[in-house]
């Protein structure tokens, strides 16, 4: 057996069948990264679990959203005649929008390690609701299949948020910001993709966290009243509103749906159904869509859009 050399000299040496030897610290550098990486993932996932079973503990907050439920289901769907249309407003919305002033910002109901607990028990919550949802589709899998194409097809209208995005995102004095801004709806895969390739300390990393944060908190409110709206002017097809609630948000999907649901009940469970699969072939595609499509098409675009606004090109 050939003896590596431990000393700092960078010279290799052979083994007695003539291979190369690699260096001690170009042998073990390698693994020491990677390591270094599996220990920080361990200890990452070792405290959101943590966390999560704090939260688990955290009474108020489960008398908290137990108050929040009762007083919007209280109140109820509030229906609102608009021109030939209807505006809708659910009890989802009411519970986003009382808790958001339950915050340390407003009435300091909750300081920040509830909000905390509370956010680490979102994805549990929503594995019981996509539960729920699943069994929607299963039932309806045929009148989904017949639809296919049209579902694969909307795919590709995720690609208008950063033709209208961009521009305006420069129009406001946003410059490579507004690339990570638009490029999607800037959900938690698309936040990865951004950070893996330009960091979040890049413009576009801020670009992409600042949509992220405002999607987070006004999301679910705008995708509500939104999807109401839209049904006012009856040019859209209810199962249309469905499909397109699906961009990889399942809170902004369900509040969507539920708009939906309300105003056209008859339609209820296909329109949950149309709203799942798109959801769900969101979440299958969308980083690739991001990755293949939108981030190449957001930078040519921007580049365009830069000559044309400051009559140069774009210093590298």
């Keep these: 057996m050939a003896i590596m050399s431990r000393t700092s000299n960078s010279k290799r040496e052979y083994t007695p069948e003539g291979k ?62 608009v021109g030939p249309g209807m505006l809708v407003l659910i009890p989802m919305l009411y519970a986003v929008f009382i808790g958001t002033f339950l915050g340390p910002k407003f009435l300091k ?34 009148e989904i299949l017949k639809a296919g194409p049209a579902l694969i097809l909307q795919e590709f209208g995720n690609i208008g948020t950063l033709l209208i995005g961009i521009p305006i995102a420069m129009f406001l004095g946003l410059k490579r910001e507004s690339i990570g801004a638009a490029h ?22 801020r670009g992409v966290m600042g949509v992220y944060i405002c999607g987070t908190v006004f999301g679910t409110i705008f995708f509500g009243l939104t999807a109401s709206f839209l049904s006012i002017f009856n040019v859209f097809h ?5 499909m397109a609630s699906g961009v990889g948000s399942a809170s902004m999907m369900t509040a969507t749906v539920g708009s939906l649901s309300a105003i056209y009940p008859d339609m209820a469970e296909q329109i949950q159904a149309f709203g799942v699969a798109s959801n769900t072939l969101s979440g299958l595609d969308g ?26 090109p774009e210093e590298a």
């Design 184 to 205: 999607s709806i800037a959900r938690e895969p698309n936040v990865a993709l951004i950070g893996d390739i330009y960091g979040l300390n890049s413009p576009e990393g």
């Design 20 to 81: 190369n030897a690699v260096s001690t610290e170009e042998e073990h550098r390698p693994r020491h990264m990677t390591s270094s990486r599996c220990r920080k993932a361990t200890t990452f996932r070792k405290r959101r679990i943590t966390n999560m079973l704090d939260a688990i503990k955290n009474v108020k907050i489960h008398l908290l959203v137990l108050a929040l439920v009762a007083v919007s289901e209280l109140i109820g769907i509030l229906k609102f005649e």
């Design 287 to 312: 980083v690739y869509m991001s990755m293949l499509i939108a981030l190449p098409m957001s930078n040519k675009l921007y580049k365009v859009l830069y000559r044309i606004k400051y009559g140069k």
């Design 238 to 242: 209810p199962y249309a509103l469905a």
């Design 109 to 142: 109901v909750v300081n920040d390690k509830d909000m905390d607990h509370a956010s680490s028990l979102v994805s549990l919550t929503l594995m019981l609701l996509m539960a729920r949802y699943g069994t929607l589709v299963g039932p309806k899998f045929f």
